[in-house]
């Protein structure tokens, strides 16, 4: 049994993952580019499937030591770079573009973000556990201003300095002819973006979690010809298994909590079959939460590192969203 893009089932908890448990399978083998997106406990999972009994019961593998984890796998694992099995693989280059919000995007990004900060200030752990997911959903609607107010007061009509950014670099891209990527995990984004390349002329194919399949290919194939110059793109959508060497620029337009998701999107134009380098750009609102949020994935490094590097590489535990990470984001001191 081979389990590709196995990421897809590291849920104990889903019908999808007991049905797998249940195969008798002489050999097992799970291939993905990200094991672990958010917690250790996938990494647990994708055992469970492939090697039962390696790792002890849930509870007790919740409290192995890392390091512990990483020897009891390490024998049952094999990691290839792509620097390690794509000699020819033109190079990829990152940058973080920062950019500035509008005079009336600010003042709408303070007032949400001083009404969220007084009502967190104040919260004990049971407090953050209670009301988790309406403080996910304010810092939701933060990083929504952060791309276009629009995506939380649709009357609004102060403009986004972010998305002038964006349409700037378009046009640029399209005197270089350069075939461009733009990633957002906000459909009503994208569709936002849509409005004004049309305004701009500059040709452009969308794709969302509710293109079908044999469209998805007719768009994807389109694009690789070369004929157009921006593929607007879901990320959740479209951030793995397309095929997008036709692009040598990539834009991720607002940040994913996991850097894991995002190197999986960039990985559509960087992959076997590309023949150009690659440039990948991630668009930051300075003086926002992005920012932080920014920061505190360079202060902690991924989980994957701890289980996944070669022993003695030191990272640091990056499981989930903690109650001090929160009050980091929002400026609030602990």
Excluded at 12 to 37: D, Q
Excluded at 116 to 133: A, G, H, I, P, T
Excluded at 238 to 254: E, K, P, S
Excluded at 291 to 313: A, H, P, R, T, W
């Amino acid at each position: 049994m081979i389990l590709d893009e196995s990421q897809y089932v590291n849920n104990y908890n889903t019908k999808t993952f007991r049905a797998i448990a249940k195969m008798n399978a002489r050999v097992n083998i799970a291939l993905s580019g990200t094991p672990i997106e958010n917690s250790v406990t996938e990494f647990w999972a994708i055992f469970q499937l492939i090697l039962p009994g390696l790792f002890p019961k849930l509870q007790e593998f919740k409290k192995m030591p890392l390091e512990d984890i990483s020897k009891t796998a390490k024998p049952f694992m094999l990691r290839r770079l792509k620097a390690d099995v794509l000699g020819d693989l033109p190079e990829k280059s990152e940058a973080d573009i920062y950019s500035s919000l509008n005079r009336e995007q600010k003042v709408m990004y303070l007032a949400y973000l001083q009404q969220l900060q007084e009502k967190v200030s104040d919260y004990d752990s049971e407090d953050f556990q209670r009301n988790r997911m309406e403080i996910l959903a304010g810092l939701t609607r933060l990083r929504q201003i952060c791309c276009d107010p629009r995506l939380v007061d649709p009357v609004y009509e102060g403009g986004s300095g972010k998305l002038e950014q964006l349409v700037e670099i378009l046009r640029n891209a399209q005197e270089n002819n350069q075939h461009v990527l733009v990633f957002s995990q906000f459909t009503s984004m994208l569709k936002l973006i849509e409005a004004e390349l049309a305004k701009e002329n500059l040709s452009h194919l969308y794709l969302s979690g509710k293109t079908p399949p044999a469209e998805r290919i007719t768009l994807v194939n389109q694009f690789n010809e070369g004929n157009t110059d921006v593929f607007l793109i879901s990320l959740k959508a479209g951030g793995t298994g397309l095929n997008l060497t036709g692009a040598d620029t990539v834009i991720l337009f607002d940040l994913w909590w996991n850097p894991a998701v995002e190197e999986q999107a960039a990985g559509r134009a960087h992959r076997i079959g590309q023949k150009k380098n690659v440039q990948v750009y991630r668009f930051i609102a300075e003086g926002t939460i992005e920012e932080k949020i920014n920061q505190l994935q360079q202060d902690k490094k991924m989980l994957f590192d701890q289980l996944i590097v070669s022993e003695g590489e030191e990272a640091l535990s990056r499981q989930r969203l903690t109650n001090d990470d929160i009050k980091q984001i929002l400026g609030i001191q602990s």
